[in-house]
């Protein structure tokens, strides 16, 4: 019964949210808001929509191992997975991709955060720290791109075509009905996935953290995966790269901040000796992709795999 409310409960979130993203991206472009802030705002936080109930939900149940094993998990599963399987199926052609400034935030963001989370439980205060961060990082990326609007270069945020969700055709009451589906949805698959995972961990005798660094975070990291994998094919390396660290950086600093409002959230000591460095390991890893113009070929992918499975395996043994 357990695996059956977890599994319904990660199904509804990703449906809830994907509809969610739909309904809001269609509203806000309708309503005039510019394209490039749609994508950098309404698109990056209804995306993470799933892990920031999950993360909200978890904080209210006591069980913090899930909120921020989600978050970690979920940014380790993204470099790993959400870029090895891609790659896998399809090479990377990242040598033409300029992610470095995006990629040094994302940096930037996991550094902070870990060492916020030596100076836990999370409280409200962090919480403001990293959204303070996150608005900060997302003005300057709103500057950046009006600066090269104002210099007459093409932004392909000004390219509704690219913008995940936009139809269009889509009547007033579908946007609406999608908006209400997706805040609706998104709480009660939280709901039903948060307990059942936690009824897992207790079936399977795992810590909480256990199950949010693999189970959940894998789950609600599908929605990146499946841009990615459509990215790669498309040959769009920019999307794939930036999808990952995007979402990356919006978990550190989004979901974690918003969810310390409704800590303490205190950091499992095995987080602290193991599981971040894990993270920040993982997020310097493609270094050599952003900063050296390296593909990601099928053998990179392949490795990337690799560590990922020998994570795993690590955290069940």
Known sequence: MDFVLTATGLVILLLAGDTLVRGAVNLALRLGIPVMIVSLTVVAFGTSAPELLIAIKAALEG????????????NTANILLVLGIPAVISAIDSSN???????????GASVVFIG???LGPLHYWHGVILLALLFAMLSESALSAHRHRANGRCDPCDDTEDLE??????????????????????PFGADLLVDGAI??????GISESVIGLTLVAVGTSLPELATTVMAALRRQADVALGNVIGSNMFNLLGIMGIASFFGP???????????????LAASLAIVPFVFMKQNITRVWGAVLITFYAIYTIILLS
């Open 165 to 186: 969700g936009v139809d269009d055709d889509m009547p007033w009451w579908k946007v609406i009905l999608f908006v209400a589906l997706g805040l609706i949805g998104l």
């Open 63 to 74: 069980a913090p191992g899930i909120a921020i094993g989600n978050v970690v998990g979920s």
């Open 116 to 118: 916020l989370s030596f």
């Open 199 to 204: 009824g897992l961990a207790r079936d399977f």
């Open 97 to 107: 991709c300029d992610t470095r400034k995006s990629y040094a935030f994302m940096l």
């Open 265 to 279: 959230l205190p950091i499992p000591a095995e987080f602290l000796s193991f599981d971040l460095w894990v993270m």
